[in-house]
């Protein structure tokens, strides 16, 4: 059980969002992807806590702390804007809203 | 550390983590996704941090997994319709993986053994976040409460229609 | 009432000048009413002259001086002021009565001419500068004056400007002049610098008194010189002298006036008075500057004298006799015969303008006729004429006893026989003298004996108004010998200032007779006698019987050709100086319009050459360049706006694979 | 003698993990032992459910002033037999579009849930299922699942009706999960751990020799027990609160389309989260398995538990038996204009007593600071709310 086993897993899951992220059409489903991006990080973070040696301040569990409470606000914050997007275009088709397109 | 139960939960992880991506059907790739948490949950128990598995299931379970689920209901209208699937995300998505698993095979200082840690207690992280960490908790509190209401506000229909 | 004269005697060149403003101002047709005010004005001149001249006679060595300060210029106080002194008052006399004969004299013989009026005007303006001149104590004040008599004659010179000729004499006169005063002004200039003052007598502080003799030091030739060069040209000696027969362009009472009397006058008048500063320093009576004064008098003299002998116009032979005359009183001022000069200068102003008035009336009878071979026989046809121009001619060759002129050149002579340095001026003069009786012998037989030529026979007397002047001078040329016999030399006394050698000894016995028998004395009348016998003998002798063509030119036809064109002088300067001068414009002008103007041409093109050059680089290069710019920049702004195509994933897609290619370089790095 | 009494479960389970001890790797006992820990609490608690089932009916009629179910078996107590019966040979329908797998997984994860949350309750002296450091948080992560499950059951089903009440129940739920936790934060930080074993251990000591030094008796303590013990309530959707599954208005809620098994495991469920909510009170207000008073000790650490429990349970039934079902708006605003603030002055009153020196003066103080805060909100909450004309949104 080593640490490079957590972090192939980590980024299996990484590399897992971004695929999600990349390849389904729908808004909700870019949203899934960067969670599980994070999520994928947060395990990082506590992996190398876990394996590094001992230090007085639990820093990688705090940082996985702040990255989850982060996350959440992220994620609410990006789910009310993909309904916002819906009441305006009534679609969340991700190709459709290029509005921004230069 | 248990390998068998390690892999175990890294399996449940990545299979219901491929389901919430690949699942056609959104609602089951919002549950899939649900329950992938649970297992990374599991993992961190795993890693000895049950507190951040905790808080980890209370977050994502509880309260995000929710949203999603409500903001399909709310958005259903064209959840049927069929979407595509652009394969070039795929793609990219092994080529980063490969990449990244490079990486890790190439640096020796990664594969360590766990060193032996007392377990972490509620106690430690108490006092951790209001000691040193005060002043990000405070911040992350700001910045949670702006952006539920920011997301209110976005979300919030005028009543005066 | 005297006393109060002496102080201001700058009231006699004022009134003419007030009553020339006056003519100038009342306009052209109040004639007699011009004529009048003129000779009035003359007449107030010659009674205050009269008024001023008469305290000079109780002292000797009399001189009153009234200095004020003109304007001071920081430091300096250019002081001028007036001076009445023997010299002075003489001057003051002979001028006015002169001048007043002239008046009234040109009052006929102008009558006809439409700018009556102007004439009288300028001339009331010259006799005012004239009389100015004589009484400046200043030498920039004698200067303004100077110059302004300069003006009257270019004005009178030119009176009738109609004539191209007349217009063209002016002019060459004003240049002339112009020249000699460039080099009297530069004497000014040096004497102010060295001595610091121009005031002639200032109780002490004067440029004539000893002090600031005493300071010019080296320089007093050089100054005297230059003050000499404005006498050369104002008196029409050698080099300078060309201006004065063109003179005679002029109506005949100006030539009178100015080119017999007055303004010719002046040069020798300026020598007298700032003769102290040739003196200085004189070894025996003989410096550096009196030498070449001498020497230039000689040579004027004796040319003018030979030309004059060759002439055919009535008019050119008085001038060139004028220039002669006045060489000879350079000379007797050089030799150091001060007094005599003066004497002779004021004895000739009388005899001379009595003949050039003469001949003015003899030209008016024959309505205008100036060559004297279409004249002849006119003594029964103007009595009165002929007998005034026999006694000028008889006063200016110098026949004894009874005549002026007789007695000044005698002096004259005198003062040359004991000139120190040689005696060859002394015997060029004697024949000067005779050339004189002899071209005056030919002028009168010429005019009034023979038989009459051309419309001589036409010929009707002056009317009074000219005669009258023509006599009143006559009898001056004689009176005015009186004075000037030696054997009562009250006159040459007066002038230098000297008590007279009788008030010394015997008051009692003023006249000396007697002294007319010393031998000594009577061998000096006796060779001028013989002098004057052979030039009038010679002359009855040779043009007795004298014909159209003159006997001279019949004999020597070369040197007469030589003598009649003026010795080629005229041309000489022709060929020299102007044409010098026109080369010099000429090359000023070559230089103003192919160098200066060349230069800034080529400034102009440097600056052109810029311009176009900065336009095409700015056209070409900038222009050009920046719009290769912007289209390059619109190119990649239109490529990378594709990129943005607005979907978000590709946007993902692009972090990846930027991650990836990190990772990579890591790699190739690692 | 009390000792090994109340240690006998104790003693039972090293008895019977005793053959595994020398031989097999210490991973295979860990497993056995907490299979055991899972076997014993299953066992109480369905064997609870199934007399609670029985019970209830009894009583409500009792209070109906009639006989509840007295006719199979004594008094009616096989009843339960009976039901259980019936509810595995009713026909298991499922809703023809409705989404199978969700449908089929809805009531596994809600009791799921509920079992999890009974792990960690410490029923006696050495007797908590799982010790867990974080116990509590591990209590409310999992109870947060119920609503993923209940919301799953309301769109497996596929029917308006019942994604109408799942929606009701999961907004009803959220609402007081935060009183919930709220009135649980003034427990732990006066304890100072989120251990279960620790706040019962904090609650030991009696102070004048026979007032035991449980947190209810502090006037916080009071306030938080009602609080939670309301939030308990909602969090199960009993009676008051049984909006969701109101059988006037939208039949079942989101159980209106299970039948057979899953509808029995769903009833389960509701009766293993009441049965958690009520033995997480215990834990944390009543002194958990501690006796009243010091003498009476000598009684099993596992008795008074259960003593405690049942009488919460009887107060469960009894609200069911007396109140009527409020309105949902009006349950929204009483969770949060009322609750919400209650909950933070029960947080500000403990921290006052505990500063205040937790004797008699900080009793007197934080008494004052919730007395203070009560009158206020009840003042100026305008409960009589003035009804802005309803408007009907019907989902698209």
């Given at each position: 059980?080593?640490?490079?086993i957590?972090?192939?897993?980590?980024?299996?899951?990484?590399?897992i969002?971004?695929?999600?992220?990349?390849?389904?059409?729908?808004?909700?489903?870019i949203?899934?992807?960067?969670?599980?991006?994070?999520?994928?990080?947060?395990?990082?973070?506590?992996?190398f806590?876990?394996?590094a040696?001992p230090?007085?301040?639990?820093t990688?569990?705090?940082?996985?702390?702040?990255?989850?409470?982060?996350?959440?606000?992220?994620a609410?914050?990006?789910?009310?804007?993909?309904?916002?997007?819906?009441?305006?275009?009534?679609?969340?088709?991700?190709?459709?809203l290029?509005?921004?397109?230069? | 550390?248990?390998t068998?139960?390690?892999?175990?939960?890294?399996?449940?992880?990545?299979?219901?983590?491929?389901?919430?991506?690949?699942?056609?059907?959104?609602?089951?790739?919002?549950l899939?996704?649900?329950?992938?948490?649970?297992a990374i949950?599991?993992?961190?128990f795993?890693?000895?941090?049950?507190?951040?598995g905790?808080?980890?299931?209370?977050?994502?379970?509880g309260?995000?997994?929710?949203?999603?689920?409500?903001?399909?209901?709310?958005?259903?209208?064209?959840?049927?319709?069929?979407?595509?699937?652009?394969?070039?995300?795929?793609v990219?998505?092994?080529?980063?993986?490969?990449?990244?698993v490079?990486?890790?095979?190439?640096?020796?200082?990664?594969?360590v053994?766990?060193?032996?840690?007392?377990?972490l207690?509620?106690k430690?992280i108490?006092?951790?976040?209001?000691?040193s960490?005060v002043?990000?908790?405070?911040?992350?509190?700001?910045?949670?409460?702006?952006?539920l209401?920011?997301?209110?506000?976005?979300v919030?229909?005028?009543?005066?229609? | 009432?005297?006393?109060?004269?002496?102080?201001?005697?700058?009231?006699?060149?004022?009134?003419?000048?007030?009553?020339?403003?006056f003519?100038?101002?009342?306009?052209?047709?109040?004639?007699?009413?011009?004529?009048?005010f003129a000779?009035?004005?003359?007449?107030?001149?010659?009674?205050?002259?009269?008024?001023?001249?008469?305290?000079?006679?109780?002292?000797?060595?009399?001189?009153?001086?009234?200095?004020?300060t003109?304007f001071?210029?920081?430091?300096?106080?250019?002081?001028?002021?007036?001076v009445?002194?023997?010299l002075?008052a003489a001057?003051?006399?002979?001028?006015?009565?002169?001048g007043?004969?002239?008046?009234?004299?040109?009052?006929g013989?102008?009558?006809?001419?439409?700018?009556?009026?102007?004439?009288?005007a300028?001339?009331?303006?010259?006799?005012?500068?004239?009389?100015?001149?004589?009484?400046?104590?200043?030498?920039?004040?004698?200067?303004?004056?100077?110059?302004l008599?300069g003006?009257?004659?270019?004005?009178?010179?030119?009176?009738?400007?109609?004539?191209?000729?007349?217009?063209?004499?002016?002019?060459?006169?004003?240049?002339?002049t112009?020249?000699?005063?460039?080099?009297?002004?530069?004497?000014?200039?040096?004497?102010?610098?060295?001595t610091?003052t121009?005031?002639?007598?200032?109780?002490?502080?004067?440029?004539?008194?000893?002090?600031?003799?005493?300071?010019?030091?080296?320089?007093?030739?050089?100054?005297?010189?230059?003050?000499?060069?404005?006498?050369?040209?104002k008196s029409?000696?050698?080099p300078?002298?060309?201006?004065?027969?063109?003179a005679?362009?002029?109506p005949?009472?100006v030539?009178?006036?100015?080119?017999?009397?007055?303004?010719?006058a002046?040069?020798?008048?300026?020598?007298?008075?700032?003769?102290?500063?040739?003196?200085?320093?004189?070894?025996?009576?003989?410096?550096?500057?009196?030498?070449?004064?001498?020497?230039?008098?000689?040579?004027?003299?004796?040319?003018?004298?030979?030309i004059?002998?060759?002439?055919?116009?009535i008019?050119?032979i008085?001038?060139y006799?004028?220039?002669?005359?006045?060489?000879?009183?350079m000379v007797?001022?050089?030799?150091?015969?001060?007094?005599?000069?003066?004497m002779?200068?004021?004895?000739?102003?009388?005899?001379?303008?009595?003949?050039f008035?003469?001949?003015?009336s003899?030209?008016?009878?024959?309505?205008?006729?100036?060559?004297?071979?279409?004249?002849?026989?006119?003594?029964?046809?103007?009595?009165?004429?002929f007998?005034?121009y026999?006694?000028?001619?008889?006063a200016?060759?110098?026949?004894?006893?009874?005549?002026?002129?007789?007695?000044?050149?005698?002096?004259?002579?005198?003062?040359?026989?004991?000139?120190?340095?040689?005696?060859?001026?002394?015997?060029?003069?004697?024949?000067?003298?005779?050339?004189?009786?002899?071209?005056?012998?030919r002028?009168?037989?010429?005019?009034?004996?023979?038989?009459s030529?051309?419309?001589?026979?036409?010929?009707?007397?002056?009317?009074?108004?000219?005669?009258?002047?023509?006599?009143?001078?006559?009898?001056?040329a004689?009176?005015f010998?009186?004075?000037?016999?030696?054997a009562?030399?009250?006159?040459?006394?007066?002038?230098?200032?000297?008590?007279?050698?009788t008030d010394?000894?015997d008051?009692s016995?003023?006249?000396?007779?007697?002294?007319l028998?010393?031998?000594?004395?009577?061998?000096r009348?006796l060779?001028?006698?013989v002098?004057?016998?052979?030039?009038i003998?010679?002359?009855?002798?040779l043009?007795?019987?004298?014909?159209?063509?003159?006997?001279?030119?019949?004999?020597?036809?070369?040197?007469?050709?030589?003598?009649?064109?003026?010795?080629?002088?005229?041309?000489?300067?022709e060929?020299?100086?102007?044409a010098?001068?026109?080369?010099?414009?000429?090359?000023s002008?070559?230089?103003?319009?192919?160098?200066?103007?060349?230069?800034?041409?080529?400034?102009?093109?440097?600056?052109?050459?810029?311009?176009?050059?900065?336009?095409?680089?700015?056209?070409?290069?900038?222009?050009?360049?920046?719009?290769?710019?912007?289209?390059?920049?619109?190119?990649?702004?239109?490529?990378?706006?594709?990129?943005?195509?607005?979907?978000?994933?590709?946007?993902l897609?692009?972090?990846?694979?930027?991650?990836?290619?990190?990772?990579l370089?890591?790699a190739?790095?690692? | 003698?009390?000792?090994?009494?109340?240690?006998?479960?104790?003693?039972a389970k090293?008895?019977?993990?005793?053959?595994l001890a020398?031989?097999?790797?210490?991973?295979?006992?860990?497993?056995?032992?907490?299979?055991i820990n899972?076997?014993?609490?299953?066992?109480v608690?369905l064997?609870?459910?199934?007399?609670?089932?029985?019970?209830e009916?009894?009583i409500?009629?009792?209070?109906q002033?009639?006989?509840?179910?007295?006719?199979?078996?004594?008094?009616?107590?096989?009843?339960?037999?009976?039901?259980?019966?019936k509810?595995?040979?009713?026909e298991?329908?499922?809703?023809?579009?409705?989404?199978?797998?969700?449908?089929?997984?809805?009531?596994?994860?809600?009791?799921?849930?509920?079992?999890?949350?009974?792990g960690v309750?410490?029923?006696g002296?050495?007797?908590?299922?799982?010790?867990?450091?974080?116990?509590?948080?591990?209590?409310?992560?999992?109870?947060?699942?119920?609503?993923?499950?209940v919301?799953m059951?309301g769109?497996?089903?596929?029917?308006?009706?019942?994604?109408?009440?799942?929606?009701?129940?999961?907004?009803?739920?959220?609402?007081?999960?935060l009183?919930?936790?709220?009135?649980?934060l003034?427990?732990?930080?006066?304890?100072?751990?989120?251990n279960?074993?620790?706040i019962v251990f904090?609650q030991?000591?009696?102070?004048?020799?026979?007032?035991?030094?449980?947190?209810?008796?502090?006037?916080?303590?009071?306030t938080?027990?009602?609080?939670?013990?309301?939030?308990?309530?909602?969090?199960?959707n009993?009676?008051?609160?049984?909006?969701?599954?109101?059988?006037?208005?939208?039949v079942?809620?989101?159980?209106?389309?299970?039948?057979?098994?899953k509808y029995?495991?769903?009833?389960?469920?509701?009766?293993?989260?009441?049965f958690?909510?009520?033995?997480?009170?215990?834990?944390?207000?009543?002194?958990?398995w501690?006796?009243?008073?010091?003498?009476l000790?000598?009684?099993?650490?596992?008795?008074?538990?259960?003593?405690?429990?049942?009488?919460l349970?009887?107060?469960?039934?009894?609200?069911?038996?007396?109140?009527?079902?409020?309105r949902v708006?009006?349950?929204m605003?009483?969770?949060?204009k009322?609750?919400?603030?209650?909950?933070?002055?029960?947080?500000?009153?403990?921290?006052?007593?505990?500063?205040?020196?937790r004797?008699?003066?900080?009793?007197?103080?934080?008494?004052?600071?919730v007395?203070?805060?009560?009158?206020?909100?009840?003042?100026?909450?305008?409960?009589?709310?003035?009804?802005?004309?309803?408007?009907?949104r019907?989902?698209?």
């Amino acid at each position: 059980m080593t640490l490079s086993i957590f972090l192939i897993v980590s980024a299996a899951l990484f590399c897992i969002g971004l695929l999600a992220a990349l390849s389904r059409r729908h808004a909700i489903f870019i949203l899934i992807g960067i969670e599980m991006m994070l999520a994928a990080a947060n395990i990082n973070f506590i992996a190398f806590w876990r394996f590094a040696p001992p230090t007085a301040q639990p820093t990688g569990v705090m940082v996985a702390i702040f990255s989850i409470a982060i996350a959440a606000a992220e994620a609410a914050v990006g789910l009310a804007m993909v309904i916002a997007v819906y009441r305006h275009f009534r679609t969340t088709n991700v190709d459709q809203l290029n509005q921004l397109k230069g | 550390m248990n390998t068998i139960a390690f892999t175990i939960v890294a399996i449940f992880t990545l299979t219901f983590a491929l389901a919430a991506a690949t699942n056609p059907r959104l609602m089951h790739a919002a549950l899939s996704f649900a329950v992938m948490f649970l297992a990374i949950a599991a993992s961190f128990f795993l890693l000895g941090a049950e507190f951040v598995g905790l808080v980890q299931v209370f977050v994502y379970v509880g309260a995000v997994a929710v949203l999603i689920v409500f903001t399909i209901l709310l958005t259903r209208r064209d959840a049927e319709k069929a979407r595509g699937f652009n394969w070039s995300g795929v793609v990219i998505a092994i080529a980063v993986f490969a990449g990244l698993v490079w990486a890790i095979m190439k640096s020796a200082s990664v594969s360590v053994a766990p060193s032996v840690i007392k377990a972490l207690t509620v106690k430690q992280i108490g006092v951790a976040l209001m000691g040193s960490y005060v002043w990000p908790l405070l911040c992350v509190g700001v910045l949670l409460t702006a952006a539920l209401i920011g997301a209110l506000i976005l979300v919030i229909e005028d009543k005066r229609q | 009432m005297s006393s109060w004269i002496t102080h201001n005697v700058w009231l006699i060149p004022a009134m003419p000048i007030v009553v020339a403003v006056f003519i100038l101002s009342i306009g052209k047709h109040a004639r007699m009413t011009s004529a009048i005010f003129a000779v009035l004005g003359q007449v107030m001149a010659l009674a205050v002259s009269i008024f001023a001249f008469a305290p000079t006679l109780h002292t000797h060595g009399f001189r009153v001086v009234e200095n004020f300060t003109w304007f001071t210029f920081g430091d300096q106080h250019l002081r001028i002021g007036f001076v009445l002194d023997p010299l002075a008052a003489a001057m003051l006399v002979m001028i006015s009565l002169v001048g007043l004969c002239i008046f009234v004299f040109s009052i006929g013989y102008m009558a006809e001419d439409k700018n009556f009026s102007r004439f009288f005007a300028y001339l009331s303006f010259f006799s005012g500068a004239m009389l100015g001149v004589v009484v400046a104590n200043s030498l920039f004040l004698l200067f303004i004056f100077w110059e302004l008599v300069g003006l009257a004659s270019y004005l009178l010179i030119g009176f009738w400007i109609e004539r191209p000729s007349a217009a063209a004499a002016a002019k060459k006169a004003f240049i002339t002049t112009r020249v000699g005063d460039m080099g009297f002004f530069l004497g000014l200039l040096l004497l102010y610098h060295v001595t610091g003052t121009l005031v002639f007598y200032d109780n002490g502080g004067g440029a004539l008194e000893p002090a600031a003799l005493a300071k010019i030091g080296s320089s007093v030739t050089l100054v005297a010189l230059l003050i000499f060069c404005g006498a050369v040209g104002k008196s029409g000696q050698f080099p300078l002298h060309v201006w004065l027969p063109d003179a005679m362009e002029g109506p005949t009472p100006v030539s009178a006036l100015i080119h017999a009397a007055t303004m010719v006058a002046a040069g020798v008048f300026l020598v007298a008075r700032v003769y102290p500063i040739f003196a200085v320093g004189a070894i025996n009576g003989v410096t550096p500057s009196l030498e070449v004064v001498v020497w230039i008098g000689v040579v004027t003299g004796l040319m003018a004298a030979l030309i004059a002998v060759a002439q055919s116009d009535i008019k050119r032979i008085l001038a060139y006799s004028t220039i002669s005359q006045l060489g000879l009183m350079m000379v007797s001022l050089g030799v150091g015969g001060v007094a005599a000069g003066i004497m002779h200068l004021l004895a000739h102003g009388f005899f001379k303008a009595l003949l050039f008035l003469g001949a003015g009336s003899v030209i008016h009878g024959l309505h205008h006729e100036q060559d004297i071979r279409k004249m002849g026989d006119l003594r029964h046809l103007m009595p009165v004429t002929f007998a005034t121009y026999a006694v000028g001619m008889m006063a200016l060759s110098g026949v004894p006893f009874f005549f002026s002129g007789a007695w000044t050149k005698e002096e004259i002579l005198h003062a040359t026989e004991s000139w120190p340095r040689s005696h060859v001026p002394h015997y060029l003069m004697m024949i000067g003298v005779v050339l004189t009786a002899l071209y005056m012998t030919r002028q009168i037989i010429y005019v009034f004996f023979g038989n009459s030529r051309g419309h001589a026979n036409e010929a009707r007397e002056s009317p009074r108004v000219m005669t009258i002047p023509l006599i009143v001078l006559a009898v001056c040329a004689i009176a005015f010998s009186v004075v000037l016999t030696p054997a009562w030399p009250w006159l040459s006394c007066y002038l230098m200032g000297v008590p007279t050698f009788t008030d010394v000894h015997d008051p009692s016995r003023a006249i000396d007779l007697l002294l007319l028998l010393d031998p000594e004395f009577t061998f000096r009348i006796l060779i001028s006698l013989v002098l004057v016998g052979a030039g009038i003998g010679f002359g009855v002798w040779l043009y007795r019987r004298a014909g159209d063509v003159d006997p001279l030119q019949q004999k020597f036809p070369a040197p007469f050709r030589f003598l009649e064109n003026k010795m080629w002088i005229d041309e000489l300067y022709e060929r020299t100086v102007i044409a010098i001068s026109a080369l010099a414009a000429r090359i000023s002008d070559w230089m103003d319009r192919n160098v200066w103007d060349g230069i800034v041409r080529g400034f102009g093109f440097i600056g052109q050459l810029f311009g176009a050059f900065t336009t095409d680089t700015d056209e070409n290069v900038i222009n050009a360049g920046v719009d290769e710019t912007t289209g390059g920049a619109r190119g990649f702004g239109r490529v990378m706006s594709r990129l943005h195509s607005g979907q978000i994933q590709i946007y993902l897609g692009a972090v990846a694979l930027g991650m990836l290619a990190l990772l990579l370089f890591y790699a190739w790095l690692t | 003698m009390a000792r090994s009494v109340d240690q006998i479960f104790i003693h039972a389970k090293e008895w019977l993990l005793s053959p595994l001890a020398g031989r097999a790797p210490d991973w295979v006992i860990q497993i056995t032992s907490s299979l055991i820990n899972i076997a014993a609490v299953l066992g109480v608690f369905l064997t609870l459910f199934a007399l609670i089932s029985v019970l209830e009916r009894k009583i409500l009629g009792r209070m109906q002033n009639r006989y509840g179910p007295n006719r199979v078996g004594p008094f009616g107590l096989l009843q339960p037999v009976a039901d259980g019966i019936k509810m595995l040979i009713k026909e298991d329908i499922v809703p023809a579009r409705a989404d199978k797998v969700v449908h089929f997984l809805a009531p596994i994860v809600v009791a799921a849930a509920a079992i999890l949350a009974l792990g960690v309750i410490p029923y006696g002296r050495n007797m908590t299922p799982f010790v867990i450091d974080g116990g509590i948080l591990f209590f409310f992560a999992v109870g947060s699942t119920t609503e993923l499950a209940v919301f799953m059951a309301g769109w497996g089903s596929n029917n308006k009706f019942s994604m109408l009440g799942a929606m009701r129940a999961i907004a009803q739920m959220i609402s007081y999960e935060l009183p919930l936790i709220i009135t649980v934060l003034p427990v732990v930080m006066v304890v100072g751990s989120l251990n279960p074993d620790k706040i019962v251990f904090a609650q030991k000591y009696y102070s004048f020799g026979f007032v035991p030094h449980w947190f209810v008796l502090t006037p916080w303590g009071a306030t938080a027990f009602i609080l939670f013990f309301v939030s308990g309530l909602v969090e199960s959707n009993r009676t008051p609160f049984d909006v969701p599954e109101g059988e006037s208005e939208i039949v079942a809620g989101h159980m209106t389309e299970y039948s057979g098994f899953k509808y029995a495991t769903f009833f389960m469920a509701e009766y293993l989260g009441m049965f958690a909510v009520s033995g997480l009170a215990v834990t944390l207000f009543l002194g958990g398995w501690r006796a009243p008073l010091p003498w009476l000790a000598f009684i099993p650490s596992y008795a008074w538990f259960f003593a405690k429990l049942s009488v919460l349970l009887f107060v469960f039934i009894w609200i069911r038996g007396t109140l009527p079902r409020i309105r949902v708006d009006q349950m929204m605003n009483f969770a949060w204009k009322f609750m919400l603030p209650m909950a933070f002055t029960c947080l500000v009153s403990a921290a006052v007593w505990h500063y205040a020196g937790r004797r008699l003066s900080g009793w007197l103080w934080s008494f004052a600071v919730v007395a203070l805060v009560y009158l206020a909100l009840s003042l100026f909450l305008d409960t009589r709310k003035k009804f802005t004309p309803r408007t009907y949104r019907f989902a698209e």
